[in-house]
Structures are given as structure tokens and as C-alpha cells.
């Protein structure tokens, strides 16, 4: 295999890595805050084609994510009201909100198929990105990887050390309980919602703005459904969803690579690896600690205040 | 404002009344508490004492009436403006979060709590102030009930309530716990908190309250002094009638009927309780009863007895046949049936009629079934047999099992059980909810089915409930069963120290906890 450049593979890992890392990070404080939101791949198509729109049309990249994120808010808001206040099923609601995105985005992408997006530039870091090997490999990236990333720093915080997580976290632990004592459970995850939505909106729009970087109908491709197995499997922990994440964009970067070296190895085996792989890794991580009984006590109960 | 002895009160209701569709929660209720005074609300299940503090505490509107707090007009918009104005409540089924530990849980329910490491200080030196030793940084979902109420006391406490609103707060005590919890109330008021007290427990209320305030059907029928009046006296004006006392026909007691030996069960659910070397004997004819704090392995001894949780052959016998391997099927053919605490999704399934839940568990030995087809007619007379039996107040048998009232439900499941002639019948918390007169019909037809020659488990927390049934009476403690006595020697301390008491909880462990 001396046609891998091991330096270039590692440097691929990181951007391989960012869709999922948002979706799975932002649907983890979803799923904290008791919901379980099965669109997650909706949310992720739609913040592709938004995403791609405004920054084709405007020719800034930056404009593109804030899109992204808006439209993956603005839609997860649907499910946010559907299941919040007129109390329909979260599974249901949340499958559907898929298929929804994955329509309204190929409605909105028929004439932006095969464009190319402007280039999201790559961050150059005085002294960091000219180091040799680690500079390459980590500091010659575009700005949304360390966005991602201190996203995920940002999230163990605010669900650790804050007034505002804890109340996220009471939420999704007893809302009957957090009710009782005043907090306003439907606003707690109305934001939450809108956050995950946001962050798979982020998450798609790197799809189409730098990892591909163009539109291409279901370009997703069940990363979202990756999205939200990672959560599951890392215990609901921030920091186990980065590993999980690079692990999978890791593995699927290796099998490129191998598949394109003509490796002897089938090419659906290799295809099938980083699934495998993610789920062997992290099945064997929570069933170390006892990580299955990690989840919130609320997750996909429909709360009804009964007074 | 003044209340009857020229005395300044605190809190003044005046006229509060609150309608939900079809029923009056509360119909222009009026009462007054004075600073330092413990005054109890009084009432049967759905009198409207909930409704009246949740309305108190902020979490309901009141449809008209007023309020006063000291001089001011209080009309509280949410709990936190509650809690602000010095009203802090202690709920019924507790307001904790499972995963978070004992610092989080207070810290939610304060408006504006300090860092973490200073609140976890702050709680140390309240709780060993009161004699409530607590450990900030434990799993709520750890604790005992005991403690469980330690923190929700606790984080009431932190904010220096002027009130402090106690639901039904000792339900899941041991006799020693309480005793702990009286004296810290005590405590509270000598130090000027009034104490707004809910129970069911007359005996408590005689020798805690200074006045009392009796609800019946969402209206005040009266006050008492519950220092010189009967707990009987009270009974009957919260009921509005006189009380039937269940009477025990003694019977001889025949030969053994169920017995258990070291019936060892590892814990299935997280927070589940292992049972540990269980042995004990049940005759033809014989209550046993068996007390015990909530938690501590009774849903699991009735799994074990039932057979929704399977045991070692020998471990579970019937008149000398082991059944510990048959699943509940199988033991209900050979007579044993059991009647779970959790009456909706456990005893009966909710949403289905009374003439389905009927079948649920009648259809074998009331022959319910031919050939794998149903026999409805048959399954409907049964329903309307324990329907007539057993006084349940439905307008059929075709209604939902959700659409009845605790009580009712309570009584057609246990009627169910009872009208099938079981060799062994096990219940838990026959009567948990369920009004005076509904649990009186209940225990006394579980001591007539005794004197017909079955023999009788009964779970319970409520300990006067087994004082009354019971010829023998064990405690479970952590998952072990203590060796049963007769119930007539027993005192209320012997008992006390049979469920474990509170010694171990009284030095709680001090070391710190990263």
C-alpha cells in the first residue's frame, strides 16, 4: 500500500469526521434534554441544500453555515412543535421529519445539481500550521473543523458546569419532577430541539461546502442515522461522541484509500468496515460501564402538565 | 389580618375555589396559619387537599379567592415567585432527579443557588443542624426513601422558608425516621415556620399539629383541635360517615400451605433490589404480613410469589410441590394469584374494559377460554360477579380499568383475585390510595377469603393496615425477610427495628466523596 500518503490520510480524517461529529453532538443535547428526534438526517439534507444555496448564490461560504444552521433550526422546529405541544409521537414524527427533508431538499437542489460551491478557505495558524507532520495533519484546516470541535468542548461545559445545563439535564431526567419545581419543560426543549437542528443543519452544510464540495440529491447518505447510533453508543457523553465520530470518518477515509490502492479485499467488505468497526468499538465501550443504562430516564416520553 | 385568637396569621385563604371540567377541586375553602403553628390539612383521596397547595405553591390558578401572606396580598404566578416569597412544599411522590446528585437536586431548586462547592458545604452544615446527616455529592437514585426526603427537606430549608408545605411526608418512613422528621419539624417551629402538613395518619396529626382544617369533597365540613379530639372522631368527619373495622373470624389454622426457602434473586432493574435468603411458612387460614420501607425488595418477593420472575424449583413450594420453576400461568392453575402494588400497567392494563382485564388473569381458572377462542359472555358475568361483589362503583363492566378511581380499580382487582377461590393469594399495598371505607371492604374481604381456609401474603407499608390483618408479621430490609412473629406481641418499636430502622441512616457517612 505505499500509494497511502499516511499525512494525508490524517489530515482527511478531521474533515471526515466534522458532519457527523455536529449531527451526532447536537442531537446528544437533544437527547439529554429527554427527546428523541429521529430526523436528524432531514434536519442534515435540508442544511446541505440551504447551505449550498445561499453560499452559491452570495459566494460566501460563511453565509452558507449560518443558513445551514438556521434551516436545520428553523425545521427541526416543526418537530419541535408537533411533539411539544400538539403531543404527537416522537418516533413517528421524527421519521417523518427524514422523508421530509429529503424531499423539500431535492425540490430545492433540481436546479443546483452538479455546481460547485466557492472554496471554503483553510485556516493558516502563525508558527501552528508550519510545524512539520502536526501542522499539516491538524492545523491546515477549514475554520468549521475547530468549530466543530470546540463545539464539543462547549457542550461538555455548558451540560457540566452551568445553571442552564443542569436545568437541560433535570429536564430530560424527571420532567414531571422539573415541572413540579417550575422550570418550563417545553421551552427547555423547544431550545434544545432547535440546537440539534442547528448543529445537523452545520453538519450537512459541510457535506456540500467542503467535504464533497457540491449537491447532489441524498448526498447524506445515512450519516444521520450514524448520528444518532453514535449517541447512543457513547453513553451520552460529549467527548465519547468525538471518538466515536473520528473513528467512523477515520475508518471511512482508510477504506477510500485502500479501495483506490486496489486493495484484494472486496470493496463492499471494505464499504461496510467503518460501520462495523464504530459499532464494535463503542458496543464494547458501553457495555464496559454499564453505559445502556446511561440514558435519560425521559428520552421519547411525551410530557403533559396535569394539573 | 386576625384569625379566631386575635393572633396575627401568616397565611390567610380566603374563599380559594377551583373548578376543573366535571368536578370542584376546591369550594371556597378559608383557613389561617399562624407563625410557628403545624396545621393539618385533613381529607380523603380527592377531598382537594392537592389541589388547594398546589395552588398555594404556585403551580395552580385559582378560579377566585385570595390569599394573604403577612400583610401583603400573595398571589403567586409560578413556584419560583413561591419560593421567593418564603412558601417551600415537600412533595407527596418526590420532586428528584434519579441520576443527579444530592448538591444538583437542591441546587434546582433554588432561585439562586452558590457555586457548587459552597452549596455542597451549605448542605452539610443545614442537614447537621436539623439531624439530617446527607452526603452532597451522592446519587439521589442511591439513596433510601429516608434520605430521598432528607434532600427535599434540605433544599426547602436552604431558603429559610416562612412556610413550609409537608404532602403526605411520611408514607415511605420507618417509625424511627419519623420520629427523626418530628423533631426537626419541631424544631422548625419553634424557630417561627408554620408547617402546612397533609396526612393520612391521625395518630401523627394528634401528636404534631396544633390545628386542623378537614376537607370533604373540596369543601371545609370543619376545624379541630387534633390534640383533644379522637383520631376516630376525625376519621369520621373526613369521611362524612360512620367507620366499619374490619373483623377477623378466628379460624383454625391448618396445615402449610406456601412455603419459601432461601429464595436468593439477583436484581433485574438498575435501581431493583436483590432478594437474599428468604424463608417463611404461610398455613390455610393464615395473614402474613410483611412491613417494610418502599424499596427494600418488595416488588421482587411479589414477582418471586406471583411467578413473573423465576426461581430455583424448591425455593417456591405449594402445599409441598415445588412451583418455583412456573411462570404466573401455571401457578394461578394450581391456585396461587397475586395482586401487584401498581394498579394501572401492572394489575390491570389500562386502556382495555374491565370485562378484558376480567380475562387477563380469570381465564383459566374461571374457564374462560375454549379452544383458544374467548367466551365473552361467561368473562362478562364474571366481571359483573366481582363488579356486584365488591362494590365498585362503575357504570359497567365495558368502561376502561383507566377510567375508574383508584379505590375502585383497587377493589375490582382485588375482587378478581379473590372470587377465583385461590390456595394462595399475594397482595402489595391492597389498599395504597384507596379511601377509609374502600380499604375497610377490602381488608375485610381479605380476611374472609383467610377464614375460608386460603392463605394470605400481604405486602404492605401502611403498618396499621398489617397490625389490623395480620397474624404474623416479618420485614423486609434491603432484600431480606426477617423472621415473622406473631402480630399481637409485637410494639411499634420492635417493628420499627425489624424494618431496619433509622440507625444506620442517623451517621450518615461524613468522608467527602470527589
Redesign the interface.
Known amino acids: 500500500m505505499g500509494s497511502i500518503d499516511p499525512l494525508v490520510l490524517l489530515a482527511a480524517i478531521m474533515m471526515a469526521s466534522t458532519p457527523i461529529l455536529l449531527a451526532a453532538l447536537g442531537e446528544m443535547v437533544v437527547e439529554r434534554a429527554g427527546v428523541l428526534n429521529l430526523g436528524v438526517e432531514g434536519m442534515m439534507i435540508t442544511g446541505a441544500i440551504v447551505g449550498f444555496v445561499a453560499a452559491y448564490e452570495s459566494g460566501s461560504p460563511t453565509l452558507g453555515f449560518v443558513t445551514a444552521a438556521l434551516g436545520g433550526a428553523l425545521i427541526s422546529l416543526l418537530f419541535g412543535v408537533l411533539t411539544q405541544f400538539l403531543m404527537s409521537n416522537q418516533v413517528a414524527t421524527g421519521l417523518a421529519l427524514t422523508l421530509f427533508g429529503l424531499g423539500l431538499s431535492s425540490l430545492i437542489g433540481q436546479s443546483y445539481s452538479g455546481l460547485r460551491a466557492p472554496l471554503t478557505p483553510d485556516l493558516h495558524i502563525p508558527v501552528l500550521s508550519d510545524l512539520p507532520v502536526v501542522g499539516r495533519v491538524l492545523f491546515q484546516h477549514d475554520a468549521m473543523v475547530y468549530v466543530a470541535l470546540a463545539l464539543v468542548v462547549g457542550v461538555w461545559a455548558f451540560l457540566k458546569f452551568t445553571?442552564a445545563g443542569?436545568?437541560l439535564?433535570?429536564v430530560g431526567?424527571?420532567h414531571?419532577?422539573?415541572h413540579?419545581?417550575?422550570?418550563r419543560v417545553k421551552l427547555v426543549r423547544l431550545c434544545a430541539i432547535a440546537f440539534g437542528g442547528a448543529l445537523a443543519g452545520l453538519g450537512g452544510a459541510y457535506l456540500s461546502l467542503v467535504r464533497v464540495p457540491s449537491w447532489t440529491d441524498g448526498m447524506t447518505a445515512g450519516a444521520g442515522w450514524i448520528a444518532l447510533a453514535l449517541v447512543v453508543f457513547a453513553s451520552w457523553k460529549a467527548f465519547r461522541v468525538l471518538a466515536g465520530a473520528y473513528l467512523f470518518g477515520g475508518i471511512s477515509v482508510l477504506q477510500l484509500n485502500l479501495q483506490a490502492a486496489g486493495s484484494k479485499v472486496p470493496a463492499d467488505l471494505l464499504s461496510m468496515s467503518p460501520f462495523l468497526a464504530t459499532i464494535l468499538v463503542l458496543v464494547i465501550i458501553s457495555a464496559r460501564k454499564?453505559g445502556a443504562?446511561a440514558a435519560?430516564?425521559m428520552l421519547g416520553r411525551v410530557f403533559h402538565a396535569s394539573? | 389580618m386576625r384569625d379566631r385568637d386575635g393572633v396575627t396569621a401568616l397565611l390567610t385563604i380566603d374563599g380559594l375555589t377551583k373548578a376543573y371540567p366535571g368536578v370542584v377541586a376546591n369550594d371556597s375553602v378559608s383557613f389561617s396559619v399562624r407563625a410557628g403553628e403545624v396545621h393539618a390539612l385533613l381529607g380523603e383521596n380527592g377531598a382537594g387537599k392537592s389541589t388547594l397547595v398546589k395552588m398555594i405553591y404556585g403551580l395552580v390558578k385559582p378560579d377566585s379567592g385570595a390569599m394573604r401572606l403577612g400583610d401583603a396580598a400573595y398571589t403567586p404566578a409560578n413556584p419560583q415567585a413561591a419560593r421567593s416569597a418564603g412558601v417551600a412544599m415537600v412533595f407527596q411522590h418526590f420532586s428528584l432527579f434519579d441520576a443527579l446528585s444530592v448538591a444538583e437536586n437542591v441546587a434546582l431548586g433554588m432561585e439562586s443557588p452558590p457555586k457548587m462547592r459552597a452549596l455542597s458545604a451549605q448542605i452539610r452544615k443545614v442537614s447537621e443542624a436539623y439531624g439530617l446527616p446527607l452526603d452532597p455529592a451522592r446519587t439521589v437514585g442511591d439513596l433510601s426513601a429516608g434520605e430521598r426526603q432528607r434532600v427535599e427537606i434540605i433544599r426547602c430549608l436552604l431558603q429559610d422558608p416562612k412556610i413550609l408545605i409537608m404532602d403526605e411526608p411520611t408514607s415511605v418512613l420507618t417509625p424511627q425516621e419519623v420520629e427523626i422528621l418530628f423533631k426537626t419539624l419541631r424544631k422548625l417551629q419553634s424557630e417561627g415556620t408554620a408547617i402546612l402538613y397533609i396526612s393520612h395518619k391521625l395518630e401523627e396529626i394528634r401528636s404534631l399539629c396544633d390545628g386542623a382544617t378537614i376537607l370533604r369533597l373540596g369543601k371545609v365540613v370543619g376545624t379541630c383541635d387534633p390534640k383533644t379530639t379522637s383520631a376516630r372522631d376525625m376519621a369520621e368527619a373526613m369521611v362524612g360517615s360512620a367507620l366499619h373495622v374490619p373483623q377477623a373470624s378466628p379460624s383454625p389454622k391448618g396445615a402449610i400451605k406456601l412455603e419459601v426457602t432461601t429464595l436468593d434473586l439477583p436484581a433485574k432493574a438498575e435501581f431493583g433490589t436483590s432478594l437474599r435468603d428468604i424463608s417463611f411458612r404461610v398455613k390455610a387460614g393464615e395473614v402474613l404480613g410483611i412491613g417494610g420501607v418502599a424499596g427494600n425488595g418488595q416488588d421482587e418477593l411479589l414477582a418471586a410469589l406471583s411467578g413473573e420472575a423465576l426461581s430455583a424449583p424448591h425455593a417456591v413450594k405449594l402445599g409441598g410441590t415445588p412451583v418455583g420453576q412456573l411462570g404466573p400461568n401455571a401457578r394461578r392453575k394450581i391456585g396461587i394469584l397475586a395482586a401487584p402494588e401498581e394498579r394501572l400497567g401492572h394489575a390491570a392494563a389500562p386502556d382495555m374494559s374491565l370485562t378484558e382485564n376480567a380475562l387477563l388473569t380469570g381465564a383459566i381458572r374461571e374457564k374462560l377460554t375454549r379452544n383458544g377462542f374467548l367466551k365473552w359472555r361467561d368473562t362478562e358475568a364474571f366481571a359483573r360477579r366481582i363488579i356486584a361483589g365488591f362494590d365498585v362503583r362503575t357504570p359497567g363492566p365495558d368502561n376502561a380499568a383507566r377510567a375508574l378511581s383508584g379505590g375502585n380499580l383497587q377493589k375490582f382487582v382485588i375482587g378478581r383475585e379473590v372470587l377465583q377461590n385461590p390456595e394462595v393469594l399475594i397482595v402489595n399495598q391492597p389498599t395504597w390510595g384507596v379511601d377509609a371505607s374502600a380499604a375497610a371492604a377490602i381488608r375485610q374481604a381479605l380476611l374472609d377469603l383467610a377464614a375460608s381456609g386460603a392463605a394470605i401474603v400481604c405486602i404492605s407499608q401502611d403498618l396499621d393496615e398489617l397490625m389490623e390483618i395480620s397474624d404474623r408479621f416479618a420485614a423486609l430490609n434491603e432484600g431480606r425477610l426477617s423472621v415473622p412473629r406473631p402480630t399481637r406481641e409485637l410494639t411499634i418499636d420492635e417493628i420499627g427495628l425489624m424494618m431496619g430502622g433509622a440507625g444506620d441512616m442517623d451517621v450518615a457517612a461524613p468522608e467527602v466523596l470527589a
Open positions: 445553571r443542569l436545568i439535564r433535570a431526567e424527571s414531571d419532577a422539573a413540579a419545581l417550575g422550570y454499564k443504562t435519560p430516564a394539573q
